[in-house]
């Protein structure tokens, strides 16, 4: 009776050729469970290799980069040979062994982007799913990478659209590893979306969205705010006319991140053309002084959206935020005096920051602020009755 490794070593027969010796190293990690340790290859058996893989695998740039090789070279295999490997792979990973889950993964993963691997997709799309909240952060870009790589199938299209509801959630995990995949997944979910602008999970997610400009983690804060550009060109029916308020929400957070292409994509929404062409030139103060002179009412709001960005620790999103307070401080002060007094309040500890521009930038606004503008002699009213008399008096009535 054939023992399972003479099985194997006779099912990679011809995949010898194709493999050769790029089978790497890291490779083995992955199969030192399955049923051919024995089996011969370059540098001796696979049990061998995996053990000396293993404990490289971790610590070693080079050993992750050899196992990516080793997948893709995997891809050259015959189709039989591969899907029996690919379930074996898939046997591990339920299995849930820490010592084997990092190798056995990324192979798994590389491995799905075979085509003929796809009649698998529906029990596996569970699997990698398990994976996502890992605590390994290695494990949990692995499993968005797979569940990107089902996404592309034309069959699991509508299937993943029941991962939105539980890609929202993951945007609420404290691991940003978890919100960066999730964000990524959800862009790709968005483009195959049917009736995508009018379904009602797109305002949902605006809502989610918006905290998430501001976060620690750059990659997520480009990541949202691409989300919420494209939310915003896709949008239709209903659902615009609810989106109108986080959009002009959005306004003042895309404004001091300076994000050009959402604040056009926002402009366009809004059917602001005036903003959109500031927008598209970058006329980064035009941008906020037509903000705020758009819609006087909101004077308050957007100063309470610009306050926490004092604290933000960019120099250059505090100055933005500086310089945004001192335009607002020239619409309110005349009308609201305390809110004048709380301007000040909240500038005055940058006063010693640790930013030169910033510093000065505070002081000047500051004393801006509490000087009170005088008066100008000359408006309207008074400018009326006087260009009445210059023009009858270089204009007679014509004598009849």
Known sequence: MMTDAGFLMARCGRARAVLHDEMPLAAGAACQALPWPALPCAGGTWLERAE?????F???????????????????????????IFHQLARLLRRE???????????????????????????????????????????????????????KRPKMKRRMQSLLPDSMEWLQHACREVCVGSLMLLRNILSYLEQKGSNPIVLQLAKKLLPRFDDEDSRVRELSILLFKDLLEIVVGKNKWNLKQHAQRSLVPLFLHASQEALVSAAQFLKWEELKQLARRAETWKIGEYVLLRDRS???????????????????????????????GQQV???????????????????????????????????NLRVPRRASRFHLGALCPWLQRAWVRWHPPARR
């Not at 080079?62 to 080793?70: F, I, M, N, P, R």
């Open 333 to 367: 002060k005349k009308r609201r005096k305390e809110k004048v007094q709380e301007m000040c309040t909240a500038l005055q500890p940058l006063e010693n920051d640790a930013e030169p521009l910033v510093r000065c930038l505070v002081s000047q606004t500051i004393m």
């Open 58 to 84: 971790a610590c070693s740039p080079e050993a992750q980069h050899c196992l990516l090789a080793s997948d893709r070279a995997m891809r050259g295999a015959p189709s039989h040979l591969r899907c029996w």
């Open 97 to 151: 062994d820490q010592f084997h889950q990092l190798p056995v993964m990324a192979f798994f993963v590389e491995l799905l982007e075979c085509p003929d691997l796809a009649d698998m997709d529906e029990e596996v799309l569970p699997l990698v799913q398990s994976y996502v909240q890992s605590e390994s952060l290695e494990m949990c870009r692995l499993a968005f990478r797979g569940l990107v790589t089902l996404l």
């Open 298 to 328: 909101r004077a308050e709001q957007h100063l309470c959206l610009s306050l926490p960005y004092l604290e933000n620790p960019d120099a250059s999103l505090r100055e933005a935020a500086v310089r945004f307070i001192g335009l607002i």
């Open 52 to 56: 000396r893989c293993q404990r490289r």
